[in-house]
């Protein structure tokens, strides 16, 4: 089993850029699939990046391409993201996943290991 700790949310003028961390403990990093989630209040669940194992490979969804930037240290056992040029859409609960075994990257009930979240808020 693996926990995750996410870090870095805050609030910020639209425009601006925030990075989250996300640091898990308990288990082989190296192993496991990494992704984050977000949800805004109202609304489903969403999808943002994952990034495979070993860092090579990395899926965005296209809301955030070009924007957002997804990392990790396994060194450290801790993922990145990078947000720039964010948006007010872009306001939600931001929440690090994780699995060994992850069919479909997109799919949050693949995902069986889930930080507490941490709100991000951008402002017009």
């Known amino acids: 089993q693996v926990q995750l700790v996410e870090s870095g949310g805050g609030f910020v003028q639209a425009g601006g850029s925030l990075r989250l961390s996300c640091a898990a403990s308990?288990?082989?990093?190296?192993?496991?699939?990494m992704g984050w989630f977000r949800q805004a209040p109202g609304k489903e669940r969403e999808f943002v990046t994952a990034?495979?194992?070993?860092?090579?490979?990395?899926r965005y969804v296209d809301s955030v391409k070009g924007r957002f930037t997804i990392s990790r240290d396994n060194a450290k056992n801790t993922i990145y993201l990078q947000m720039n040029s964010l948006k007010p859409e872009d306001t939600a609960v931001y929440y690090c996943?994780?699995?060994?075994?992850?069919?479909?990257?997109?799919?949050?009930?693949?995902?069986?290991?889930w930080g507490q979240g941490t709100q991000v808020t951008v402002s017009s």
């Open positions: 990034i495979s194992r070993g860092g090579t490979g990395t």
């Open positions: 308990g288990d082989t990093f190296g192993n496991y699939l």
């Open positions: 996943a994780a699995d060994r075994y992850v069919t479909v990257w997109s799919k949050g009930d693949d995902y069986n290991y």
